[in-house]
């Protein structure tokens, strides 16, 4: 694959923390299959694809890793007929890192007839009613078939809002959950399991969380329970203190986020990885990000408009096509219209964390963030 980064020649799983402005980290998580710069943001490919884009453009807008997703990937195609197929991968012709989530949010999220016990979850698939059964041990087999370079333990995303004694429950029973993932995965050279905290919008939970993960043990760490309703004031405060309370030398990743200002301020305090669904999805329903905003392309404003997405961008989209022509086949229901604005929305994101790891590198992440606030403010912003 001509188009594939040389991977890094490397046994093992590493993290190696090359400089910090204030809670703000850049570094470099190395693997057998290439080295994942930090702060990164993964595009997410929950069923063996990135919609609306090839493998090969994606990386071309320097995405360093994807995110595939274990729930959707074990009722179709299943992870026993990908591990025939040469493993995830092979599977999606992308050879870089893949981080597999597992399985939880979704089954709280999609799944119908859901039955929680300790020993795991029985639910019904939202595609053909079939019944399954995920525990810790069945998604750390599940995500080994897929061959993921990075598996997540096994948990449950507590909702929100949930009171204390609910989360403390949900909190404790991932926890349970966390220590029989980490049994289960087992030693395998060259991949990374990752713990995650839970304990929602409680301190002393989060602190009781991040305390057990540490006890287990884990080659990195998520802040789990965010960005599911509660809004950016309250994530924030919580991540004022929640990726402090995880070990310093390892990634953290800050699960389902998000908004272009949410991974600014989540860098800020101490996040390493993020990923969302976000830039693919918006791109696909005609909205793009940009410099000084969010363009609804869908907008007649836009039919008569001889200028690119965003007059500073270097991606396929702004140098080639108008924000008329974009207008036009959106409007017309082409399917470029839906490729275009995606790889546009992926590029950005890119951009913006190369931005934030130089920022970061240099000591000029405040000024970074200033300009990143003046730009949109300067902007005519659209709503999302």
């Known amino acids: 694959m001509a188009w594939a980064k040389t991977p890094t020649m490397t ?41 609306a884009m090839l493998p ?16 959707h990937l074990m009722l179709r195609p299943t992870a026993e007929r990908i591990s025939q197929m040469g493993g995830l991968h092979r599977f999606m012709n992308w050879p870089r890192p893949i981080l597999t989530d597992s399985g939880g949010f979704q089954v709280m999220s999609l799944a119908s007839l859901r039955r929680m016990s300790e ?6 698939s939202h595609i053909d009613g079939s019944p399954h059964h995920l525990t810790p041990e069945r998604s750390m087999e599940i995500q080994r078939l897929l061959g993921s370079d990075i598996v997540m333990a096994f948990d449950e995303c507590t909702p929100y809002p949930a009171d204390e004694a609910t989360a403390r429950k949900s909190m404790e029973l991932s926890m349970r959950w966390a220590q ?13 399991l990752f713990g995650i905290q ?47 309370m995880l070990p310093s030398d390892k990634p953290r990743y800050l699960m389902g986020v998000g908004k272009p200002d949410d991974i600014v301020g989540a860098v800020a305090r101490g996040i390493d990885m993020m990923d969302c669904v976000l830039p693919s999805r918006s791109g696909r329903t005609g909205q793009a990000f940009t410099r000084k905003g969010v363009v609804n392309i869908k907008n007649a404003r ?10 500073q961008c270097q ?6 096509y108008s924000r008329a022509y974009l207008h036009h086949v959106f409007r017309a229901g082409e399917i470029i219209a839906s490729m275009l604005m995606t790889w546009h929305n992926l590029h950005y994101y890119q951009e913006l964390m190369a931005g934030l790891r130089a920022a970061v590198s240099a000591g000029a992440l ?5 300009l990143f606030n003046d730009l949109r403010s300067q902007g005519d912003i659209e709503p999302i």
Request: charged share 25%; glycine share 12%.
């Open 119 to 124: 020993e795991g979850v029985r639910f019904k």
């Open 198 to 244: 839970q304990g929602s919008i409680f301190h002393d939970q989060r602190a009781q969380s991040a305390e057990k993960l540490r006890e287990i043990g884990f080659d990195g760490y998520a802040v789990g329970g965010l960005a599911v309703g509660e809004g950016q004031e309250r994530m924030f405060s919580v991540l004022d203190y929640a990726p402090q």
């Open 302 to 311: 836009h039919q008569d408009d001889p200028r690119p997405l965003d007059d």
């Open 11 to 51: 046994n093992r799983f590493a993290f190696t923390l090359n400089s910090t402005d204030g809670l703000a980290r850049a570094g470099v998580i190395s693997t057998p299959r290439g080295e994942i710069r930090t702060p990164a943001f993964m595009p997410v490919g929950t069923a063996a694809t990135v919609k």
């Open 180 to 192: 029989r993932s980490r049994e289960a995965f087992g030693d395998r050279p060259g991949h990374g």
């Open 315 to 320: 991606c396929p989209a702004c140098q080639n």
């Open 56 to 71: 090969e453009n994606v990386a071309a807008t320097g995405a360093d890793i994807l995110l595939g997703n274990t729930y």
């Open 366 to 370: 405040q000024g970074f963030v200033k």
